[in-house]
C-alpha cells in the first residue's frame, strides 16, 4: 500500500490518498486547537497518543459490531482507513453536564444526565461549529430522517459501550464527540477519531482531569494524562 499526496488537512490530522481510491491514510499530528482553534499549540507526542487510543477503541467497538472506517494501524501515527463522505454533522454524547452545555443553559456542573443527552452541531469550522436542531439538518438537507436515527442510534448503543470500557478502567466518560460518514455501497460508518481530544475523561476516584480540557484550562500535563488514559485501556480487546 503505497502512501500518496495529502488530500486533506485539518486542525489535528491528514489524510493521503493511497494506490487504492476506497483507501486512505490518517496522520495524527501533534497540533493541539482549542476554541474553535482560536488557541493553538504544538505539543509533542499528543498525536501519536491520539492515534494509539483511537486504534485501541476502534478495535473495541468493532468487536461489538460497530462499523466503523478504521481498517488498522500502520505506525504509531497512521491509520489506513476507509474512504467514507462525511456527514456534515457531529454528534456529541453528554452523561455529565460540564463544558459548553453549563455556559450555554446555566446547567450544573457535573450534574448527571440520564438518559444521555444527543446534541448536533454544524460541522462547519468558519461558522464555529454551530449547534443546531434536526429540523435545521433536514431543511438544509444534510440528511435524511431515516440516516439521521440510524447515526442517533449508534451513538447511544457507542456510548453505552464506551462507558462500560472506561469505567471498567477506573474513568467517568462524561461526555465525546462523534463522525459519522457514507461508504461507497452507502452503509452509515463511524469515522474520524475517538480519543481525549474528543472527550471528556474524568478519573473515576480523584475526578482529576484526563483530556483536552487541561490545554484548554491551561493545567498543564496533557500528555502524562494522555499515556496515563493509553495504559489502562491498552490490553485485551474485551
Not at 498525536?47 to 485501541?56: C, D, P, T, V
Not at 460540564?98 to 462547519?124: D, H, M, W
Amino acid at each position: 500500500m503505497d502512501k500518496k499526496s495529502p488530500v486533506y488537512e485539518g486542525k489535528a490530522k491528514i489524510v493521503y490518498a493511497t494506490d487504492d481510491p476506497e483507501l486512505f491514510v490518517l496522520y495524527f499530528k501533534d497540533d493541539a486547537t482549542a476554541f474553535n482553534a482560536k488557541k493553538k499549540a504544538v505539543i509533542e507526542k499528543k498525536g501519536e497518543l491520539n492515534a494509539k487510543i483511537s486504534a485501541r477503541i476502534f478495535s473495541y467497538l468493532q468487536s461489538h459490531g460497530i462499523g466503523s472506517h478504521f481498517v488498522k494501524a500502520l505506525s504509531d501515527r497512521e491509520f489506513l482507513v476507509k474512504k467514507v463522505d462525511i456527514i456534515p454533522i457531529e454528534l456529541v454524547i453528554r452523561n455529565i453536564a460540564a463544558g459548553s452545555l453549563c455556559k450555554r443553559l446555566g446547567i450544573e456542573e457535573k450534574k448527571a444526565i440520564c438518559p444521555p443527552l444527543v446534541e448536533y452541531y454544524y460541522k462547519r469550522d468558519d461558522l464555529d461549529d454551530p449547534i443546531f436542531s434536526p429540523d435545521h439538518i433536514f431543511f438544509m438537507e444534510l440528511c435524511d430522517r431515516e440516516t439521521l436515527d440510524r447515526i442517533r442510534k449508534q451513538a447511544l448503543k457507542i456510548n453505552d459501550l464506551l462507558q462500560s470500557f472506561f469505567d471498567e478502567r477506573g474513568i467517568t466518560l462524561v461526555d465525546f464527540k462523534l463522525e459519522f460518514g457514507l461508504d461507497s455501497q452507502g452503509n452509515v460508518l463511524l469515522a474520524d477519531e475517538i480519543s481525549p481530544d474528543g472527550c471528556r475523561l474524568w478519573d473515576k476516584e480523584t475526578q482529576n482531569i484526563m483530556d483536552k480540557d487541561r490545554f484548554r484550562k491551561d493545567l498543564g500535563d496533557l500528555i502524562p494524562a494522555y499515556e496515563e488514559v493509553y495504559r489502562r485501556i491498552e490490553g485485551d480487546i474485551s
